[in-house]
C-alpha cells in the first residue's frame, strides 16, 4: 500500500511541477527554485514559483516584462484574452522585430508571421506560464538553471548582467537562504522538510544582489551528488522490471521512446506515463537531419494515444537542428556503448565512471535485462552513499 502511494505521489508531482528528490536517507523533499534575472533575484512565492513541467522549467510569462519585473531584458508581454478558460498573450521584443503569441487553451505558439512553433504555453496556478529556456532561446537572452543549497536558481540575463553564475550564487546567498527558509517553513509538510540554517541577514533585506554583502564565499562544485537517470526504450522485456527498481527507490526518470515505434509500443508509453515518469523522444539514425519533422509527428501521435507532448528528445544518429521548447538530451555517462556481457559488469563500468565524475550524473541505459540487473545493484549503492537521484530535467550547469 505504501509503494503505491508513493508512486502516486510521484506521479502527482510530475503532474502539478513539483519536484521530488530521494535523499542517501531516504527522506523525501520538496526542490524550490528561485528566480534571478540579471543581477535581481526575485521574491520567492509559491504563486510565482518556476515550475517543472514534464522535465521542462517553464516561468510566469509576465517575469519577461519590465513593468512586472523591474528588470529590462528588452522584452515586453501583451495581454490579448486572460480569462479563467482561455489565456491568449503575446511576448514582444522590444524594437517589435520578433513576436510569439501562445494560445493556452488551443495549445498553440506562433511567431509574427503566423508560423507554428514548437513551444507550448501551460497554466497554473491560475497563471500563464512559458517555457523559459525556449523563450530566451528566441529573444536572444541566456537562460541557465543553477544548483545551489538552497534549491535551484533560474537565471535569465540579457549580457547587462554584473556578475557570473558562480559569482552571482556566491552574493545572493544569504538572500536565497532567507527566502528558502521562509518559503519551506510555509508548507503544510514542513515537518518533513528540513530547513537551511537561519542566515545573518536580515529578512527584510532588499532582493537585489548588488546590494547584498560584498564577501566571496566560496561557491562549492558538483561533486556527484545529484543523479538523474534515463533509458534508451528497447522492446519492454525488462520494463516492469526497471519501473519496479525505481519505485522501490521512490525514483522517477526519464524515458526515451523511438519516434517510428509510439504505435507499436503505446501500451508502455502509457505504463511510463503513469507511473509518473517522463517521456521523451528518440529520433532514429538516419533522421537526425530531419529531427524537427520527426518529432512534430511523434508529438501528434502520442497525444493520440497517450494525451501528452514530449519536450526532450534524443539523437541516436548525432546531431540535428530542434525547434524551439525542445530540450535536447546528452548526459555525461552513456551506458548504452558499454560493452558489458552482464548486469554486474555494467553496474561495474557504471558505478566506477560516477565515481570519476566532477559534476552532477547523467546516465543513459538501454532497457534491457542488463541494464534492470545493474540499475537495482545501482539503486542499492546510490541509496547508501550521499547522492540524490532526481528528476531528469532541462541541463543544470
Given at each position: 500500500?505504501i509503494?503505491?502511494l508513493l ?11 513539483m ?13 524550490v527554485?528561485?528566480?534571478?534575472l ?16 514534464g522535465?521542462?522549467?517553464?516561468v510566469?510569462?509576465t517575469?519577461f ?6 528588470v ?6 501583451q ?13 514582444n ?7 510569439i ?13 503566423g508560423?507554428d ?6 497554466s ?8 523559459a529556456k ?5 529573444f ?5 538553471l ?20 558562480s ?21 503544510p509538510?514542513?515537518?518533513t522538510?528540513?530547513?537551511a540554517?537561519?542566515t ?13 554583502p ?12 545529484n543523479?538523474t ?6 522492446d519492454?522485456?525488462a520494463?516492469?522490471?526497471i ?13 526515451l521512446?523511438r ?9 508502455q508509453i502509457r505504463r511510463?506515463?503513469?507511473?509518473g515518469?517522463?517521456v ?17 509527428e ?11 507532448r514530449?519536450h526532450t ?6 546531431t ?7 530540450y ?7 551506458a ?11 553496474y561495474?563500468?557504471?558505478w ?10 547523467s546516465i ?6 542488463r541494464?534492470?540487473?545493474?540499475l ?22
Amino acid at each position: 500500500m505504501i509503494k503505491r502511494l508513493l508512486s502516486a505521489f510521484c506521479a502527482a508531482a510530475l503532474l502539478f511541477g513539483m519536484v521530488y528528490f530521494v535523499s542517501a536517507s531516504g527522506s523525501v523533499g520538496v526542490t524550490v527554485y528561485q528566480t534571478a534575472l540579471n543581477d535581481l533575484l526575485i521574491p520567492l512565492q509559491a504563486s510565482t514559483m518556476p515550475e517543472s513541467i514534464g522535465g521542462v522549467i517553464y516561468v510566469p510569462y509576465t517575469v519577461f516584462d519590465r513593468s512586472s519585473s523591474s528588470v529590462d531584458l528588452g522584452v515586453y508581454y501583451q495581454e490579448i484574452k486572460i480569462t479563467s478558460n482561455a489565456y491568449t498573450f503575446s511576448l514582444n521584443a522590444q524594437n517589435n522585430e520578433k513576436s510569439i503569441t501562445f494560445d493556452v487553451k488551443m495549445n498553440t505558439c506562433k511567431d509574427k508571421q503566423g508560423n507554428d512553433l514548437s513551444m507550448r504555453g501551460a497554466s497554473r496556478n491560475g497563471k500563464a506560464y512559458v517555457p523559459a529556456k525556449a523563450v530566451c532561446e528566441y529573444f536572444g537572452l541566456q537562460y541557465a538553471l543553477l544548483n545551489s543549497d538552497y534549491g535551484y536558481v533560474v537565471r535569465i540575463t540579457n549580457g547587462k548582467e554584473t556578475y557570473d553564475n558562480s559569482t552571482f550564487l556566491a552574493q545572493a546567498r544569504p538572500y536565497m537562504q532567507t527566502q528558502y527558509n521562509s518559503y519551506t517553513a510555509s508548507l503544510p509538510w514542513n515537518t518533513t522538510t528540513t530547513a537551511a540554517p537561519a542566515t545573518t541577514a536580515p529578512s527584510s533585506a532588499p532582493a537585489q544582489a548588488s546590494q547584498q554583502p560584498t564577501e566571496s564565499a566560496p561557491v562549492q562544485e558538483e561533486s556527484g551528488e545529484n543523479v538523474t537517470l534515463a533509458f534508451l526504450f528497447g522492446d519492454g522485456t525488462a520494463l516492469e522490471d526497471i519501473l519496479g527498481t525505481l519505485h522501490n527507490a521512490n525514483a522517477c526518470a526519464l524515458f526515451l521512446f523511438r519516434t517510428d515505434t509510439l504505435m507499436e509500443y503505446a501500451d508502455q508509453i502509457r505504463r511510463v506515463a503513469g507511473a509518473g515518469h517522463i517521456v521523451g523522444l528518440a529520433v532514429p539514425a538516419g533522421e537526425a537531419a530531419n529531427a524537427a519533422e520527426v518529432l512534430r509527428e511523434g508529438n501528434e501521435t502520442l497525444e493520440k494515444i497517450a494525451c501528452l507532448r514530449a519536450h526532450t528528445a534524443y539523437l541516436s544518429g548525432g546531431t540535428g537542428n530542434l525547434d524551439s521548447g525542445w530540450y535536447l538530451w546528452t548526459g555525461n555517462l552513456n551506458a548504452t556503448n558499454i560493452n558489458a556481457s552482464t548486469g554486474l559488469a555494467l553496474y561495474q563500468n557504471i558505478w566506477q565512471s560516477i565515481q570519476q565524475k566532477k559534476s552532477a550524473v547523467s546516465i543513459l541505459m538501454n532497457e534491457n535485462a542488463r541494464s534492470a540487473d545493474a540499475l537495482e545493484r545501482l539503486m542499492n549503492t546510490l541509496g547508501s552513499k550521499e547522492y540524490q537521484i532526481v528528476i531528469p530535467a532541462e541541463t543544470v550547469w
